[in-house]
Structure formats: structure tokens, C-alpha cells
């Protein structure tokens, strides 16, 4: 099972502040990237797929960096709303059972 | 609206039983998934289907067992020989298999085994 690493957290930011964090990937043959959004004791939403260009929705912005293995997730101009855990998702390819989780970063914005 | 649905949303069981737990989806995708998550792990694949009377095992399948008789209906069975069940248990679509586009996700089953 190739393995997908991210900080568990929790980070803890003042509201309106930038958060930005990372999650490494093993398989250099990975292919697909995606960041989900997950509240507590609910299920998992697509937030963005990061394609290898970068790409920005809003005040979120993800990249890609494929040199040295790992995506990224910015965070600007932070709501309270944001308060989640941000799971790092990656295929290797391999179909379904090429799809891996990470565990999650949790992030919660304090007034 | 189209969406993937779950039931029941809860869920307990005394040890030796079976449970099937239910997953239904109108999106019209091919592929179907089970995960389960345990407090502070990633999600782990149980099962997957491509297609209608065909799936697979994925990294945990030992203790469970699935059908797809149905494009819209994969329902998990949660055998009596699944060592440790208490989990929250989430089900998946997607409009293929190759796992290129996104998951959508139901609002999971919490099963305790009391």
C-alpha cells in the first residue's frame, strides 16, 4: 500500500488569518490528486482535484509539486466555518484499490 | 436530487449477529465503494464494483461481504467473523473505476457491536 502522510494537527488559527498545509505522497507514479473536506461524524466532500498547473477556487488554492512529492492546500482570509479535517487523497493509478486516504490534517479557526 | 444514500444512519449488534448494512445511489455511476474509518485513520477500502455482478476486494475485505445486483444498490454484509466491526462504515460512487474522478459519499453507518 503506497503511503499518503499528512500533519494530523490540530492547527489552530485566528479567524482571517492564511493557513497552508502539505501531504507527501510515496508512489512518484501517482496520478490524481484531491483534497476533501470532512466534518465531524459526517462524510467526506470533494473540496478540489489539484492539477499539475495549480488551481484556485475562491479562497482556497491547491498545488501540486511533483519534484518533491507532496500537494498543498492554501487557506486564505480563514472563516470560521472552515473548522474541519482536510484529508489528502491520491491515486496511483491503480484504479479503486489505487486510491489512498490520508488520515487528515484538523483545522479549527478560533474567533 | 441526485445523491447516495445510507442507511441506517446508526447501527448496534451483539456479538455472533450479521448486518447488512444499505447503500443506494441515483447518480447513474458505475462504480461503487465501501470504506470504513476508525477514530483518527484514514479511510480503508472494504469492497469496490465496476459494473453489475462483479466486484472486488479492497485492503480490509476479510469478515465482509458485498453484491451488486443492481447499478444503483451495493449493500455490505458485516459477517459475525469481522473480528472488530465497531467502525463508521461509508459507502461511494463514482462515474468510473479508474479512480481519476471524484468519490461522492453517503452519510455513513456507525455500527457498534455491543
Known amino acids: 500500500r503506497k503511503e499518503v502522510e499528512q500533519d494530523p494537527g490540530p492547527f489552530n488559527v485566528p479567524e482571517g488569518a492564511t493557513v497552508a498545509f502539505n501531504c507527501t505522497y510515496s508512489?512518484?507514479?501517482?496520478?490524481?490528486f484531491f483534497w476533501y473536506r470532512q466534518d465531524c461524524r459526517k462524510e467526506p466532500k470533494l473540496l478540489m482535484s489539484v492539477y499539475s498547473s495549480g488551481n484556485e477556487d475562491g479562497r482556497f488554492t491547491a498545488q501540486l509539486n511533483r519534484a518533491s512529492q507532496y500537494i498543498s492546500l492554501l487557506i486564505r482570509d480563514s472563516k470560521l466555518s472552515d473548522s474541519a479535517t482536510y484529508l489528502c487523497?491520491?491515486?496511483?493509478?491503480?484504479?479503486?484499490?489505487?486510491?489512498?486516504f490520508g488520515k487528515g490534517t484538523h483545522l479549527i479557526i478560533q474567533p | 436530487d441526485g445523491g447516495i444514500t445510507q442507511s441506517p444512519k446508526y447501527l448496534f449488534r451483539k456479538e455472533g449477529q450479521n448486518v447488512t448494512l444499505s447503500c443506494e445511489q441515483n447518480l447513474n455511476h458505475d462504480a461503487m465503494y465501501w470504506y470504513r474509518q476508525d477514530p483518527g485513520q484514514g479511510l480503508r477500502l472494504i469492497y469496490y464494483s465496476q459494473i453489475v455482478n462483479d466486484f472486488q476486494k479492497g485492503d480490509i475485505a476479510e469478515g465482509y461481504s458485498v453484491s451488486r445486483e443492481k447499478k444503483e444498490s451495493f449493500p455490505l454484509t458485516v459477517t459475525s467473523a469481522q473480528k472488530n466491526p465497531t467502525a463508521f462504515y461509508l459507502c461511494a460512487s463514482s462515474i468510473d473505476q479508474g479512480g481519476y474522478n471524484e468519490q461522492f459519499f453517503g452519510p455513513g453507518t456507525r455500527l457498534t457491536v455491543l
Open positions: 508512489n512518484s507514479a501517482s496520478q490524481s
Open positions: 487523497v491520491v491515486n496511483s493509478g491503480g484504479g479503486a484499490d489505487g486510491l489512498t
